[in-house]
């Protein structure tokens, strides 16, 4: 049941025109931050409050959403988000990856691989990738203009030489189409190669910061690296106990208090779609 | 010949400024020129500006009149009125100067402050280093300094290095202040060797000679610079 | 001979001072170029000028025919990057106090497109030794080295792109009086053998006449004498310079 009093997807007109009219920009300057009016939300900043002015903008009454969290559907936060959604906009929400055509997400993007009759929409905390580096603001701003981005491989010069690895494991910064440098927000490093010629558009929106930007369809994504120590997608050496998946990301799980580990596939639709384990089996 | 040096009219007069800006003439009108192969030592009683003399021909000091050309490289340039930069390449290929004392660089060994000019030059490094080492050798500077900075050494010992330094290259202009001021005899027999053998090979010498039977020795004429009257 | 840059009739005022009165200024390849002068005499800020960090209000400042002040950010960045190098006074505003030594040398090479971390490190460990800093300290954090360590880093680090140009600003500023001599020697040497031209600020008469073929003397905003550096010292002209030889303590 669509809640009365509220325009179509919670913002009005005009707040989602200027949006997409950003959004526009963003896919015409893959991965440049491009500022926006973001507006207070019904619930507080780090919860996802640029992430949803994202779709609010471009959901239509014929989307069919999905909301993950860390990969799953069924936390707090992306219940929330979706019910909150069903009720401004009465679009169908789903747990099924394939059936959505908007997918909102927290620190993941889902094992399957998406379509281009898909976007992508993440929330995101911090969109500077510099800012650890360089606390003047105006001064990454420069940086992006001029693509001054020796001090990020500074970084993970680093992270080498003192660590004998880079040693980033999320929100590993990547490079759009050779010219931007981009957080691809908190997701873990394991799935930066899906952003890579992604078929599926893919919106950022960080709504505290009030920065969006994009990475459209079938945009050269790298993550940076250098020759001699290339990007390696890490993920724990272990298999799903519930699905038996050695290729999907996993959490960890600790069940007893003897420190027992269990690993879980964190995207649960992927997970659910695949025939359980046999007790027997191997 | 062609002098490989000469003089035109040169005048120089210091202004001091700090002392109510009083002039004091030192040199009028001086024309000497010295042919390659020639060694003509400056005479006068001190005081008289034959060191400013020296220094004008080097372009240290800067004239108040006149010229001083040197033949560098197939023509005549004055180093009164050419840019630093034409009167750092006149220095470099042409025109050598061996002053009274050794201006120190900081932790730069002996063998090398001898060899740099030659490298300046286009020579290679060991080459340079060779030469110069054997040239300290000759001047009798026991080969133990040669890799010691010579800040420590005494006024004969840098002496020589200066002597080292300014003869290595072979310039074709050579000015020479006092070059044996505080050498022993057999140095001083080393230093008449080496001019004449610079002589031989064309050499333009002009130098001050305070030991006049050095002077005598190695002179082909004297250039009599006299105090000027009017001098404050 | 074209020269490198060449600066004419740079005006600048801050107020009732003129920083910059009509200074024209020519450096070529290769060529140490000394601007003395006492605080105040414009000289860091005739530097920052032709460096491009800050407009004249009137004049031009040509690098290799280009206009450096109407060249746009992003080239003067890259001229910054590749042709130039800055050395700061004050170490601290030229290093990364943060980064290891290693990285801050390698910075300018990541900057210029380096990605072969070995390389790099093997490039970075050449520099330190160049510099006279064991290549063992090279994953140490410079807020750890002595001021005169931080300033030869500092050179590692702005020389190791081998640019052409680099503009010092009182490079042994802040350091002891043999500490300097050390510094002074070891720029002198990289730059005979890199062939670099140098802008070189000092207040140290006795820095400028060991590093410099040519000088400048400053008083004002205006350039009251300039030539070869021992005929400025030896000879000087103007009453202001010779205030300032005569100033000095002999060696």
């Not at chain 3, 990541?110 to 990605?115: F, L, Y």
Request: charged share 20%; proline share 6%.
């Amino acid at each position: 049941m669509i809640e009365q009093g509220y325009n179509f997807g919670y913002l009005d007109e005009n707040t989602k025109r200027m949006i997409r009219r950003a959004l526009l920009k963003a896919v015409a300057l893959p991965g440049y931050q491009v500022p926006f009016g973001s507006r207070e939300m019904p619930l507080p900043y780090g919860w996802g409050t640029g992430g949803i002015q994202l779709t609010a903008s471009v959901i239509g009454p014929d989307d069919t959403l999905k909301v993950i969290d860390q990969g799953a559907d069924d936390t707090t936060n992306a219940v929330s988000i979706r019910r909150f959604f069903h009720r401004v906009t009465g679009v169908a929400t789903t747990e099924r990856t394939a059936e959505a055509t908007i997918i909102q997400t927290r620190h993941r993007v889902p094992e399957a691989t998406l379509g281009e009759h898909q976007i992508l929409v993440y929330q995101v905390p911090m969109p500077e990738p510099l800012f650890r580096l360089e606390p003047r603001v105006a001064e990454t701003r420069r940086m992006h203009a001029l693509a001054d981005y020796g001090l990020m491989h500074v970084k993970l010069y680093e992270d080498i030489a003192r660590h004998g690895a880079v040693t980033t494991s999320y929100n590993y910064p990547v490079m759009v189409n050779q010219r931007y440098l981009m957080s691809p927000s908190p997701i873990p490093a394991f799935d930066n190669p899906k952003l890579d010629r992604m078929p599926a558009l893919q919106l950022f929106g960080a709504g505290r910061e009030k920065r969006l930007y994009a990475v459209p369809p079938y945009t050269p994504v790298r993550s940076l690296d250098f020759e001699d120590h290339p990007f390696v997608p890490v993920r724990a050496d272990a298999a799903c106990v519930i699905c038996g998946s050695r290729a999907s990301y996993l959490d960890e799980l600790i069940v007893d208090d003897g420190g027992t580990r269990h690993f879980v596939c964190s995207d649960t639709d992927y997970c659910a779609s695949r025939p359980p384990l046999q007790e027997d089996a191997a | 010949m062609m002098p490989a040096i000469r003089t035109e009219n040169l005048g120089k007069t210091f202004t001091l400024h700090l002392q109510g800006g009083i002039r004091i003439p030192v040199l009028r009108s001086v024309e000497l020129g010295v042919a390659p192969g020639e060694c003509v030592a400056l005479s006068g009683p001190s005081g008289a500006g034959k060191s400013t003399l020296m220094r004008c021909l080097y372009g240290n000091y800067g004239a108040g009149t006149g010229h001083v050309w040197v033949r560098h490289a197939g023509r005549e340039v004055d180093i009164t009125s050419a840019d630093a930069r034409e009167v750092r390449a006149v220095r470099r290929d042409t025109l050598g100067y061996v002053s009274q004392f050794l201006r120190v660089i900081p932790r730069v060994p002996t063998v090398q402050i001898v060899a740099e000019p030659l490298m300046a030059r286009g020579l290679a490094r060991d080459a340079a280093l060779a030469h110069a080492a054997a040239l300290l050798a000759r001047l009798n500077l026991p080969a133990a300094l040669h890799g010691l900075p010579p800040a420590t050494f005494s006024g004969g010992e840098q002496q020589r290095v200066n002597l080292a330094r300014g003869f290595a290259p072979g310039y074709p202009v050579l000015l020479l202040d006092e070059p044996t001021a505080s050498l022993d005899a057999a140095n001083r027999e080393v230093v008449v060797a080496l001019i004449a053998e610079a002589k031989r090979a064309g050499t333009a010498i002009i130098g001050i000679f305070h030991d006049t039977e050095v002077r005598d020795r190695v002179a082909d004429r004297l250039f009599e610079v006299a105090p000027l009257q009017d001098a404050a | 001979m074209t020269a490198l840059m060449t600066a004419r009739g740079l005006e600048l005022r801050f107020g009732a001072i003129s920083a910059l009165d009509d200074v024209a200024l020519e450096i070529h390849p290769g060529e140490v170029v000394a601007i003395v002068g006492e605080s105040g005499s414009g000289k860091t800020t005739l530097l920052r000028v032709l460096a491009g960090m800050m407009p004249p209000e009137a004049g031009q400042v040509l690098y290799r025919g280009e206009d450096v002040h109407a060249m746009g950010e992003a080239a003067r960045r890259r001229l910054m990057r590749s042709d130039w190098g800055f050395v700061h006074q004050n170490p601290r505003d030229g290093l990364r106090l943060r980064v290891s030594a290693g990285g801050n040398v390698g910075e300018r090479l990541m900057a210029a497109g380096a990605r072969h971390y070995g390389n790099i490190r093997t490039e970075a460990a050449e520099w330190l030794q160049r510099v006279e800093i064991d290549p063992a300290r090279m994953d140490d954090m410079p807020e750890k080295f002595s001021g005169g360590m931080q300033q030869r880093l500092q050179i590692a680090r702005t020389l190791v792109t081998r640019p052409k140009l680099v503009f010092m600003d009182e490079p042994t500023g802040g350091l002891d009086v043999s500490v300097q001599a050390r510094l002074l020697d070891l720029i002198r040497a990289l730059v005979a053998e890199l062939g670099l031209a140098v802008l070189i600020v000092t207040h140290d008469i006795a820095a400028a006449r060991l590093l410099a073929h040519r000088m400048l003397v400053m008083r004002h905003g205006q350039v009251v004498e300039q030539g070869l550096t021992d005929r400025v010292l030896d000879d000087p002209q103007h009453p202001y310079t010779q205030l300032l030889v005569s100033s000095v303590l002999a060696a």
